[in-house]
């Protein structure tokens, strides 16, 4: 992609608060862009779009939109084509495509374009009730990062933007979506079994009462998880943002925004950056795990 992507509307309001407007937004995704691609690299993409801005209502796209300028790759799918165009982003021009889009959160895979099957990473999505208790968020988000790190594999932590927060581990390709997904599921019910008044598998939101629940559906074919870096469309504009586990303690979960973390990242590298020479073995922690 060559040609400077022009943003159309820029003045158009996505974040009333706090006034984040379209070429706003697009500066951002440039700011953002030696951190977050790098997350983005070859893996297919959900677009979550607020053409009308985040107080309206949005929808998620999958099928890249006809004379896209981004990269796509094509995935089966039982739908009327028969596949799914993603889009998949490797520059800062697709960024910039995105906000022009009004793509305000970017969802994507858990594995890449060059082996769809096999997920790179696992996440165990810490998913608390609406008023959450932050102490114990913490605590599950340190008891999670203790049993990954027991069975074999590197914990990482990343913010949600949102209630929660992710604890992901990077894997070596070696397992598809079933196997991982089955090691994912054994952690969290491990970790809730050790915890049953703080944690829970249940799905069944009325069944969760006011614990956490440990939510592991990321972990399938075609599932994704929101991407580092970007935006999540709530008030305030917070955004995802990969942490160190000591930050955990005065890190929110939405502490981050689309000012703090540019500051963040002027002084401090990612510390997801050399995740990938970290990948664990699924089947060897499985194993660990009994």
């Known amino acids: 992609m060559t040609a400077h992507q022009q943003i159309s509307r820029p003045d158009k ?101 060059d082996d769809l099957d096999h997920p790179d990473l696992m996440v165990i999505d810490l998913d608390p009730p609406r008023r959450p208790d932050l102490a114990t968020l913490r605590r599950a988000a340190r008891a999670t990062r203790d049993l990954l790190g027991e ?58 009462g006011n614990r956490i629940y440990l939510d592991v559906g990321r972990n399938a074919y075609a599932q994704t998880a929101v991407a580092p870096y970007l935006p999540r469309a709530r008030p305030g504009a917070p955004v995802a943002t990969p942490i160190e586990f000591t930050e955990l303690g005065r890190v929110e979960p939405a502490g981050y925004d689309t000012v703090s973390v540019v500051r963040r990242l002027a002084r401090k590298a990612d510390p997801w950056a050399e995740m990938a020479a970290h990948a664990g073995s699924a089947s060897r922690a499985s194993a660990a795990l009994g």
Do not use: C
């Not at 906000?99 to 895979?109: F, K, T």
């Not at 949102?162 to 970790?191: I, M, N, Q």
């Open 13 to 113: 309001v996505l974040f009333p608060d706090p006034g984040l407007t379209k070429a706003d937004l697009a500066a951002f995704y440039e700011r953002v862009a030696d951190v977050a691609l790098p997350h983005l690299a070859g893996r297919p993409l959900v677009l979550h779009r607020f053409p009308d801005g985040v107080r309206q209502q949005g929808f998620y796209q999958k099928q890249a939109s006809e004379g896209a300028p981004v990269d796509t790759v094509t995935v089966p799918s039982g739908n009327e084509r028969g596949h799914v165009e993603h889009l998949v982003v490797d520059d800062v021009e697709g960024l910039r495509y995105l906000a022009n889009q009004a793509v305000v959160e970017l969802h994507r895979w858990l594995s890449r374009s």
């Open 151 to 208: 069975i074999g594999l590197t914990p990482y932590l990343m913010t949600t933007g949102s209630r929660g927060y992710h604890v992901v581990a990077p894997l070596d390709r070696t397992a598809d979506f079933d196997a991982v997904r089955g090691l994912a599921r054994a952690v969290a019910e491990r970790l809730a079994a050790a915890a049953p008044d703080a944690l829970t598998t249940e799905q069944r939101i009325a069944k969760r």
